[in-house]
């Protein structure tokens, strides 16, 4: 029956194995050019792998391993379940487009650039196969450190410009917080078990711990706040808007797809395979949190004039839908609603996978545009559709799924995540059943947004005229990179279409998830819910759709059947033919920088009346800026200028310094 | 087992000696000769403890101290050194009888302020931790009293085997994992501060610590 026992980790390895043989292989192209075009498909073929081995794991039993690789006495310890499988595919089938998108963009660029990428890209990818994979907490945090510290190198590709300096630091500097809490949560746990019981750090040594529900807690807040650290949850986001946009194009993919996600594996592995049954609270919170994110995404995004941190917002909004999902599923555990959390589950994992595949299509043909153009500010490019029109047809696919466009993928888990907070009738506390139905309002809210953000990234670059006379002179991008795009776009319409194919590769970790601590308590509510209701069903959606699109035909028909209709010449309200007149970034998102002053941090400068050259400007930041960033900043700042004063210059003073405090304990020591 | 016992207080005291005389000894050749008979005493110390616990790993430990210390990172400074082109130490801050009094000062506290750690086993005493105690002071001295990084360096490499050897001598060791980690401390740290040196004396043209600290500001 277990035809595939061995099948998995085999082809596992034999990634493993490729993208170390291709990191390090990578530095010598420079000696043998001739090895360079293949160095990045062969990565692709790994991460064809890598989905093939979460595929057979989502319907095998789970399978253990233990590697020889770690150190004498402390093996690294492997585990393929279902969540992992998952989490495989969607990093797989993700990692195949951004490695195509790869191949191409390593031609354009000069010397030690693209060496160096496919060096820590695919050391990147490596220890990202390590973290879906951990089954104890030693081997996962180094996993998890390889990968941030790679990620690190590969944001701060362009090193030699400040700002992206300024950036790498800010994201490793969050990673850092995030780790030390990670490590913090598997310590306390790993205290609680049986003293000196030998592997006492494996997962399942720390799901056998049965902490008390207050030592539970804490490690849950800290598990949360590491592994919201990296995906990006308020207030820890800062790093995204910052990262991403110095970060080469097909990097912003991997991180804004694949990364984060990581963050999101983390947190459901932690809060619902480890630790015992969710108390409400830890459901409340993330709910919040998440829904809180989401709101703060979106509204930034809306007023962002660089076309890469507007994406990035617009993944800190999608990562918040994607936590308010889970906090929800988190409460359904928590009052043993099974079957309603598997739901939440459902609709938290679909809108993982269609938020990696469309983000990366986006953040891909971003790169294109920037390839092509040389530009991210909104208010420099447009009219892009003339100049590259497959990349602007497959970015349509990408911007339409995003804002939640039926019938591609975005519409159906925004709709599974709608149903799931609307079954929250079915909580058996009176003010969470009448309370948290309402959050489907801020969802619906954060919805609309993300499709008027859309509808400005898209218009602004693609359509109308070319604002910049330099930038009219853009080419479409390479085949392979507009291949990556395909392969991305080809999956969001295969998500929107065939939502049964891809709820039969979620159901298996959602079960997994659910299954694995809710408790059953008697006449269990869920059941008579059922989460067959909740199920999009495509073909009646089709059906109207085509209604309208033959509706339609038939009253243009009908008009043109009346004969040619004769009017006077409009000229479009533009009395003057100049590319200056169009609509502006800004100008789109005034609107909802005037409704939503009171989220966002604005500093204005208007003219005078009788100003000579009128100038108006206008710079957002993240309230979290002023509010927490700076402060503590300040704080710090200010420690160490008292402590630095009192530093005497000379290294050998400073040495006495610490030869004098050794002494000094010595001699207090009892 | 006296005799055991008596063998490892002789390399204890040796141990000493060679860190006295690397704290009087200015001519850098020198230095990296004592330090690898500080390696070697340090050595072939874990290995008679190794002896007289039978334990596997504290045998592993030896042969990756005695490759470390006695070949490998002499071999590296010697080359250095000679890259460097640096042979001498300049006149340190304070004359050597009186660094040498305070190094006696240092011993005696060490040994006060060992009295109170109790020792398990009979092999090793207190009197083996005072020592180990000792010695680390004795390096630390020796880093604030040198001017050139160098040689400050091996100070910071003779702080390191007094900290194995107070493990040894206080817990047979610690665990393998650790000692691992700090052999690899050691050459990665001796890599990276070689690569410094030459961007040091790119960029100040010497490696006195004083010409670096002027351009502090």
Not at chain 1, 48 to 58: I, M, P
Not at chain 1, 263 to 290: D, E, K, M, N
Not at chain 1, 433 to 457: D, E, N, Q, R, S
Request: charged residues 10%.
């Amino acid at each position: 029956m277990n035809v595939s026992i061995g099948l998995p980790w085999g082809l596992i390895l034999s990634a493993l194995v490729l993208w170390s043989a291709l990191a390090f292989a990578s530095p010598f192209t420079v000696r043998f050019p001739r090895i360079a075009p293949f160095i990045f498909p062969l990565g692709a073929v790994g991460a064809l792998c890598v989905a093939t081995a979460g595929l057979l794991a989502l319907h095998g039993p789970p399978v253990a391993t233990i590697s020889p690789l770690g150190l004498p006495g402390l093996p690294f310890h492997g585990r393929l379940d279902a969540l992992s499988g998952f989490f495989l595919i969607l990093f797989g089938l993700t990692t195949v487009a951004i490695s195509l998108d790869l191949a191409g963009y390593r031609r354009h660029e000069h010397y030690p650039t693209a060496e160096r990428i496919g060096a820590q890209y695919h050391i990147l990818l490596a220890s990202l196969t390590l973290v879906f994979v951990a089954a104890d907490s030693y081997s996962f945090m180094i996993a998890w450190e390889a990968m941030a510290l790679s990620s690190y190198l590969l944001v701060i590709t362009d090193h030699l410009s400040g700002a992206t300096r300024r950036a790498g630091f800010l994201y490793l500097l969050i990673e850092h917080v995030g780790a030390l809490a990670l490590l913090a949560a598997f310590a306390i746990l790993i205290a609680q078990g049986p003293a000196g019981a030998p592997l006492s750090f494996t997962f399942t040594a720390l799901h056998a711990a049965h902490p008390d529900a207050a030592v539970a807690g804490l490690v849950f807040i800290l598990a949360f706040l590491g592994f919201g650290a990296k995906a990006g949850l308020i207030p820890l986001h800062v790093w995204l808007p910052q990262a991403h946009p110095v970060a080469p194009s097909p990097i912003s993919a991997l991180l804004s797809s694949v990364l984060l996600k990581v963050g999101i594996y983390g947190l459901l592995r932690v809060a619902f395979i480890i630790l015992p049954t969710p108390a409400p609270w830890w459901g409340l919170t993330t709910l919040s949190i998440g829904l809180m994110t989401a709101l703060l995404g979106a509204l930034s995004s809306a007023v962002q004039n660089d076309m890469k941190r507007l994406l990035a917002y617009s993944s800190v909004e999608n990562i918040g839908l994607i936590t308010a999902g889970i906090g929800l599923a988190l409460l359904f555990s928590a009052y043993g609603l099974k079957a309603l959390a598997t739901l939440a589950l459902i609709a938290a994992l679909y809108h993982c996978l269609n938020h990696a595949f469309f983000k990366g299509l986006l953040f891909l043909g971003t790169g294109s545009v920037l390839h092509a153009t040389g530009e991210r500010r909104l208010s420099r490019l447009g009219g892009l559709i003339h100049r590259m029109p497959q990349t602007a047809l497959l970015m349509l696919i990408g911007t339409l799924a995003i804002a939640g466009v039926p019938p591609l993928n975005g519409f159906v888990s925004e709709w599974l995540t709608l149903q799931a907070f609307l079954k929250a009738t079915a909580l058996p506390r009176p003010y969470l059943a009448m309370g948290i139905p309402l959050g489907a309002a801020l969802t619906a809210l954060v919805a609309g947004l993300a499709g008027y953000v859309m509808v400005k990234f898209y218009g602004i670059v693609f359509l109308g005229r070319p604002r910049d006379a330099q930038r009219a002179q853009a080419r479409e991008s390479g085949r392979l990179e507009r291949a990556g795009l395909g392969l991305l776009a080809l999956l969001c319409l295969l998500a929107g279409v065939w939502p049964a194919g891809v709820i039969a590769l979620i159901r298996p970790a959602a079960h997994l998830l659910s299954g694995a601590n809710a408790m059953i308590t008697t006449g269990d509510l869920g059941a008579r819910v059922g989460v067959g209701h909740a199920t999009y069903v495509p073909w009646v959606l089709w059906i109207a759709l085509g209604a309208i699109a033959l509706a339609a035909i038939l009253i243009l028909r009908v008009r043109a059947a009346r004969g040619a209709r004769r009017v006077p010449v409009w000229n479009c309200g533009h009395p003057l033919a100049s590319a200056r007149i169009q609509d502006t970034a800004e100008g789109f998102g005034q609107p909802i920088r005037d409704v939503f002053a009171a989220f966002l941090a604005m500093r204005r400068h208007r003219p005078a009346q009788d100003d000579r050259v009128p100038r108006y400007a206008s710079t957002i930041e993240d309230r979290f800026w002023q509010g927490l960033y700076q402060p503590a900043a300040r704080g710090f700042a200010l420690l160490f200028a008292a402590t630095a004063t009192r530093q005497p210059r000379r290294i050998a003073i400073s040495l006495l310094g610490v030869l004098m405090t050794l002494i000094g304990l010595l001699v207090l020591a009892p | 087992m006296t005799t055991l016992a008596s063998a490892i207080h002789l390399l204890a005291a040796l141990f000493l000696l060679a860190a006295f005389a690397m704290l009087s000894q200015r001519r850098l050749a020198n230095l990296i000769t004592l330090y690898a008979w500080q390696g070697a005493i340090l050595a072939s110390c874990i290995a008679l403890a190794a002896y007289a616990t039978g334990s596997a790993h504290l045998y592993a430990s030896a042969l990756l101290n005695a490759l470390l210390k006695i070949l490998l990172v002499p071999a590296l400074l010697r080359s250095l050194a000679r890259r460097l082109d640096v042979q001498w130490d300049r006149e340190s801050l304070v004359q050597i009888p009186t660094v040498m009094l305070i190094g006696l000062g240092l011993v005696i506290f060490a040994f006060n302020a060992a009295l109170p750690i109790a020792v398990p086993g009979a092999a090793i005493n207190h009197a083996t931790v005072g020592i180990a105690l000792a010695a680390l002071l004795l390096s630390l001295l020796m880093m604030i009293l040198r001017a050139t990084a160098l040689s400050q360096v091996i100070g910071f490499l003779a702080l390191e085997n007094s900290l194995i050897f107070a493990a040894t001598s206080v817990t047979y060791g610690m665990p393998m994992v650790i000692e691992f980690g700090i052999a690899l401390d050691v050459i990665v740290g001796i890599f990276i501060l070689g690569v410094f040196f030459f961007h040091i004396r790119e960029q100040f043209d010497s490696l006195n610590i004083d010409r670096i600290e002027g351009h502090h500001e």
